[in-house]
């Protein structure tokens, strides 16, 4: 663009010296048009081309819902083992107060396909501040600061999808790993597809036919940019944004990107803003003792506030 328009004043000053003996009058067509057609170019050089969003391409999406969760499905069965490091700002309510808290972190990230699961969140001055985790079995989330020093834990088999945490294991495990069990094209009567724009969009729902999760699905390269929870009322309680996607092997990509905001009883909006470093990016496998260290919950008895997750509900201990 801006060579376009170097381009353009160079002509302009090559017809002013040719036809310096033949100028129009002041105020002449030729020389308005010429001036207007400078402004534009300054104009144009000054704001920048290049800084205009592009729109998404579109493509065709799933025919079937069946189609739609094979696809997805098989990301799963394409997971390896991710080592990775980034940064993290957390934005929290506590119940005493009327703003939130906000901390910035420092992140260490493990996932060992597909349900394991480990989040580290360090300040300068508390060193794992934030620890979030699963495993096969169950999952939780440590708080360490004095002011919130609160322990959240619970048993996957207990919890349909969002647990209600701002920090939900559920949520960055779908969001880092897998969205969609292999072999879930068989539960493609509880779904239901919308090609919408650039998207899929697919919704899960309950037997008495509420909504529970629903997926933005980039119809290009079938990679999730949103995942939206909803409670028993079909309210959206989460809702994570997915994007700047990078390639782990062949068929397999996470997410950069990542934010989650999830709503309070209160109605009263956590979030965290999840930014993962390129370069940090790698698979190596995990060994027997990493995983024991890793995967394992940490020591309750460690924190003022201890909760476990029963009935649908966070339960004081």
Known sequence: MKTQGRGRKAQDRGRRTEDAGHRPANGSLPSIVCFLSSVVCLLVWAGGCATTPQP????????????????????????????????????????????PERHALDLVLRFDPPTRLYVQGNVTAVPRAVILGSNEEEFWLALRPKEISSYYSGRWQDVQDFEGLVMS???????????????????????????????????????AGRPVKRLHVYACDYLVHKIEYFDARGRVVAVAQLGEYKPVVEGFQVPTHIEITSTRPDRRKDAVVMDISDASVRTKPFNEKQRESLFSPPDAGKFENVYRYEDGQWVPQ
Do not use: F, M
Not at 73 to 98: F, I, Q, S, Y
Not at 184 to 207: C, P, Q, V
């Open 169 to 207: 294991p559920r949520v960055v495990l779908e969001a880092v790993g897998i969205v969609v069990q292999p072999g879930a094209a068989s539960e493609a009567a509880s779904w239901t597809l919308e090609n919408k724009g650039a998207y899929d969009i697919l919704t899960r729902r309950d037997a």
């Open 56 to 99: 998404l391409a579109i493509c065709p999406g799933k025919a079937t819902v069946a189609q739609a969760l094979q696809t997805l499905a098989l990301r799963g069965e394409r997971a390896v083992p991710v080592w990775a490091n980034g940064n993290a700002v957390l934005t929290l309510h506590t119940p005493d107060r009327k703003k």
